[in-house]
DNA sequence: TGATTTGTTCGTAATTTTACGAATAAATTT
DNA sequence: AAATTTATTCGTAAAATTACGAACAAATCA
């Protein structure tokens, strides 16, 4: 009997996951996560990559809710989204919380 | 000043959470981490998907050393791989852990 | 031996991702 | 008002992802 469809928690881990699947997204959270300050030129300086390409990448991590940006003209600052960060550490706790690799012989 | 590269924790972050982002593989891992015997057929009984999409997505898993497989004529078994599974967990553990957010205003 | 079971690989198509420079928008400075 | 600063959006191109059915390979069963 074939599954009819991922679950929710499945679908928001893959979702997380997805945009975290970048090394420049990851650089970006890296930052983000220890600064006060994270203006996007701030941002963009830690980056091997052009001003466009780094704009989209954190529209991605917006768009998956990682992070969010608030407009100080005629800056642009950027911070984690504190709610959605939590969820996803959850996720990713319980995620690799759950193999019994421990109990058992496995392959090999 | 342009930061040159990505460190190697940045990338291999991105290397797992890339093999995660999608559905189906976060699926393939949800169920593989419970299971004693994990045959391809299993695996894919539980999967919306064609087999030979299946057989792709945990080619990919493999690749990004998240499972391994054993032929097992005529079948095929697969598993979790204890060892980078241990460092991925560590890896997001890290990285989940680094966030300063609750000692500051952030936005808004 | 021939048929069946099991899973991968091939070929392909549609979509998404990643990246860049140029153009643009919005506010400030001169 | 004109020039500058800051960051996004546009247009585009190359590569990767996702998906499928068909063909194939390898071992077992009849």
Not at 21 to 41: S, Y
Not at 55 to 77: C, D, F, R
Request: aromatic letters at 10%; glycine letters at 6%; one cysteine or more.
């Amino acid at each position: 009997m074939k599954k009819q469809e991922y679950t929710e928690k499945q679908i928001r881990m893959a979702r997380y996951a997805k945009a975290l699947g970048n090394p420049a997204r990851v650089a970006i959270i890296d930052f983000l996560a220890r600064q006060e300050t994270c203006f996007f030129g701030e941002i963009h300086e830690q980056l091997p990559i052009a001003k466009a390409t780094a704009s989209q990448h954190l529209s991605e991590l917006k768009e998956a809710g990682l992070i969010q940006g608030e407009i100080m003209p005629p800056k642009v600052k950027y911070c984690i989204n504190k709610e959605n960060w939590m969820e996803a550490k959850a996720l990713f706790g319980e995620f690799f919380g759950q193999c019994v690799c421990k109990n058992r012989q496995c392959c090999g």
